[in-house]
């Protein structure tokens, strides 16, 4: 495998207002993952995997270590990263189609230029009917296509999704989801995906990462070797839906899983 984005010995402590009591939400965290690939992050409440995202994007600052990407390190100031949050954080002043034009609106690319590309995603997604729409009178998937669109306008380095469809109702879920592998095989962005649905992790993803309990690390990896289109119902996505949330249980009890356990891929017996 050819590393892209490389992290290593990644920490972020928060120092409690009293000096005394720092919380240490990660600690010595390392993963790496090639171009083009799909990763998931699953982990319990709290553990951080926000932290994670947001780390990488630049919105916090980690404690120490390192992040690289293409062999060098992150540098935000030059690298499109693109992001879509929990919430689909859509500007409600503006239409659908001008929401999409904020992701060019600091690359200095001309207004004409943004229209005309913003309109390209526009029609892509299938939001042509629905361009001049304000972010209240469009459905719950409606909009996370606008953000999706949004960020992938910019033609990102790395595309870093954190919880996007977990407001969704399932049957909407699962259509965003079929909708999201379709505009990923198309494009072969790397996509760094957080949930903490296991479901959807094993129906999304080519490895998913298992964050331990905080302070947390990597505790296992997962690969996913399923053909797509996937079976949610299968034989081998159960058994792999098993097998993580067993992990899950086991660190959040303390049980300690041999390393080897995580090493072998699953799915393709």
């Given at each position: ?149 949004r960020a992938l306008v910019v033609n990102p380095d790395l595309v870093l999704m954190d919880e996007p469809f977990s407001s969704l109702d399932s049957q909407t879920r699962n259509k965003m989801q079929r909708f999201l592998l379709d505009v990923w095989s198309s494009r072969g962005d790397t996509v760094v995906f ?76």
């Amino acid at each position: 495998m050819d590393t892209y984005l490389k992290i290593e010995g990644l920490a972020k402590r928060f120092d409690a207002k009293d000096q005394e009591h720092p919380v240490t939400v990660l600690d010595g965290l390392d993963f790496s993952c090639a171009k083009g690939s799909f990763i998931t992050i699953v982990g319990a409440n709290g553990c951080g995997k926000s932290t994670l995202l947001r780390i990488i994007a630049g919105l916090e600052e980690q404690s120490r270590g390192t992040i690289s990407l293409a062999g060098k390190p992150l540098d935000r100031r030059t690298t499109r990263l693109g992001m879509v949050f929990q919430e689909h954080a859509l500007y409600p002043w503006r239409t659908a189609l001008e929401n999409i034009e904020t992701g060019l609106e600091f690359t200095g690319m001309s207004a004409a230029k943004r229209r005309e590309a913003a309109m390209e995603y526009i029609q892509a997604f299938d939001l042509e009917k629905f361009a001049s729409a304000y972010p209240d009178e469009l459905s719950g998937g409606m909009r996370q296509r606008v953000a999706i669109a949004r960020a992938l306008v910019v033609n990102p380095d790395l595309v870093l999704m954190d919880e996007p469809f977990s407001s969704l109702d399932s049957q909407t879920r699962n259509k965003m989801q079929r909708f999201l592998l379709d505009v990923w095989s198309s494009r072969g962005d790397t996509v760094v995906f957080v949930t903490h649905s296991v479901d959807e992790a094993v129906y999304l993803s080519d490895e998913i990462l298992v964050m331990s309990p905080p302070p947390a690390r990597i505790a296992d990896v997962v690969r996913v070797d399923l053909p797509r289109p996937r079976d949610r119902t299968s034989l081998k996505a159960n058994a792999i839906r098993k097998q993580i949330l067993d992990m899950l249980e086991n660190r959040a009890n303390g049980v300690t899983v041999p390393e080897t356990a995580s090493e072998a891929p699953v799915g393709s017996q």
